[in-house]
């Protein structure tokens, strides 16, 4: 029997490292995600969150990938990243 500790999440270990087994893939985004909410910031946000989708084959087929280029408005963008995290559950790829 495994001692209760070992099977406990510590606050130091990566989250990605404790799912390992269900994740098929990983895409880092959040890097690119900004505080600010003026369209300017917002669109620098997804252009760049765009072409990491864009050049990974794992979202090929994302139907919303198009919309993330010249995005501005906050409320779309988040709802565009809404279908970003269901697209990327569906398809069991982590969003780093």
Known sequence: M??????????????????????KH?????RHFCMSTD???????MNKIGTVLLNDPHFDDFAELDFFFAEGSLARSNELLDKLYDFCD?????VE
């Open 39 to 45: 369209w300017q910031s917002v669109m620098k946000s």
């Open 90 to 94: 569906e398809r069991r790829i982590w």
């Open 26 to 30: 990983s895409v880092a985004v959040k």
């Open 2 to 23: 495994r001692p209760p500790h070992l099977d406990t999440p510590t606050l130091d270990a990566p989250e990605r490292r404790q799912h390992a087994p269900y994740w």
